[in-house]
């Protein structure tokens, strides 16, 4: 199979798209209840199956709705990141991220997130990327106040917020790609 979409290298991980052979690691994650606290509705296993597939094939098409990368350090994948497209316009795109337990607190959201956002800007033509996360979901929030995100509150238990192309700075963290 021809390799349509770059691996994309940071100092400390290689996010790589995502292929059937890590259907045991996206369900490990989407399946651990305290990850998901901070994500959201539990899914059963048939579900996320279907999803996984579907975040294969959308990563086989040239044009994506949805680019879906698992971050390793060295050979171990340690987490899942994916841009998803608006179907409104093609110049905005969400943003999200899922990291295993064991890799938490150790900056990989940060510089995954930074790199996927860099992709997205300088290689997909995207203009605005925005994120979604629970309100008390306060590591997303520390992130993306980081990263140079406007937050809005959205609702009573979820946060929004974007960042426009001008206001994203590259940082060292990102080798080109």
Not at 26 to 45: H, K, P, V
Request: net charge positive.
């Amino acid at each position: 199979m021809i390799k349509i979409h770059p691996d994309l290298l940071t100092v400390n991980y290689i996010l790589r798209p995502l292929k059937k052979s890590e259907l045991k690691f996206f369900l490990s994650l989407y399946q651990n209840t305290r990850l998901m606290a901070y994500i959201g509705e539990f899914s059963d296993e048939s579900f996320l199956t279907d999803s996984f597939y579907r975040s294969v094939r959308y990563n086989q098409n040239r044009i994506p709705k949805r680019l879906t990368y698992c971050i390793y350090e060295g050979d171990r994948a340690i987490g899942l990141s994916s841009l998803m497209w608006s179907e409104l316009s093609g110049t905005t795109c969400e943003i999200g991220m899922i990291i295993n337990e064991c890799s938490l607190n150790r900056g990989v959201a940060e510089e995954a997130m930074s790199k996927l956002i860099e992709y997205a800007f300088y290689h997909s033509g995207v203009k605005r990327v925005f994120a979604r996360f629970l309100t008390e979901n306060i590591p997303a929030l520390k992130l993306v106040n980081k990263l140079g995100f406007t937050v809005r509150k959205s609702s009573r238990n979820e946060q929004y917020c974007f960042l426009d192309k001008p206001g994203f700075k590259q940082e060292a963290c990102c080798e080109s790609i």
